[in-house]
T-cell receptor
Framework: EADIYQTPRYLVIGTGKKITLECSQT?????MYWYQQDPGMELHLIHY???????EKGDLSSESTVSRIRTEHFPLTLESARPSHTSQYLC???????????FGAGTRLSVL | GENVEQHPSTLSVQEGDSAVIKCTYS??????FPWYKQELGKRPQLIID?????GEKKDQRIAVTLNKTAKHFSLHITETQPEDSAVYFC????????????FGQGTTLQVKP
């Protein structure tokens, strides 16, 4: 089934750890996005990609990094997690020439 | 850059009443305006969208209106039901090439039985 898959769904880690949040889509979409969202609050764009080997920073400054080596895969990495990174991270994608974004189920990150 | 303001931040209505959520945008080049619904603990899901060449669009109990001159658009939900309770987000997009959306701050809608 065409969808956007995020793993893990929940993650609790200690300060200073390196983590990678995974996002894969089977929608055949070229564009992918990462948002940071506190529960029920505004969605902040932190990274996006138009296609393979293209990544851009979003509107919200983030200490995370992303890569886009394969069309379907857009992982987000935090080199050294801090309590301020505690939030939900949502991955989304949209198709060629289209603006409709479809979201994954999200990863809830808690940094102790 | 584009900025989207959404009001109100919370809205409480009785079941069966109508609910209206309003958004304004700053960039007159914006041409695509989606609305997303996010239930508690779930992912945002598109419920309706409108493009700048249309003034109104309706889908059953949900409608969206767009006033390009005033740069605002609104979501209208009629005959509200408890399952309409959720956070609603408006958004605006300038380019389908980037697909980049700028979201509003969200409105928490509570429908009381």
């Amino acid at each position: 089934e065409a969808d956007i898959y995020q793993t893990p769904r929940y993650l609790v880690i200690g300060t200073g750890k390196k983590i990678t949040l995974e996002c894969s889509q089977t929608m055949g979409h070229d564009k992918m996005y990462w948002y940071q969202q506190d529960p029920g609050m505004e969605l902040h764009l932190i990274h996006y990609s138009y296609g393979v080997n293209s990544t851009e920073k979003g509107d919200l400054s983030s200490e995370s990094t992303v890569s886009r080596i394969r069309t379907e895969h857009f992982p987000l990495t935090l080199e050294s997690a801090r309590p301020s990174h505690t939030s939900q991270y949502l991955c989304a994608s949209s198709g060629i020439g289209a603006d409709i974004q479809y979201f994954g189920a999200g990863t809830r990150l808690s940094v102790l | 850059g584009e900025n989207v303001e959404q009001h109100p931040s919370t809205l409480s209505v009785q079941e069966g009443d109508s609910a209206v959520i309003k958004c304004t945008y700053s960039d007159s080049a914006s041409n695509y305006f989606p609305w997303y619904k996010q239930e508690l603990g779930k992912r945002p899901q598109l419920i309706i969208d409108i493009r700048s060449n249309v003034g109104e669009k309706k889908d059953q109990r949900i409608a969206v209106t767009l006033n390009k001159t005033a740069k605002h658009f609104s979501l209208h939900i009629t005959e509200t039901q408890p399952e309409d309770s959720a956070v609603y987000f408006c958004a605006a997009s300038i380019s389908s090439n980037t697909g980049k959306l700028i979201f509003g701050q969200g409105t928490t809608l509570q429908v009381k039985p």
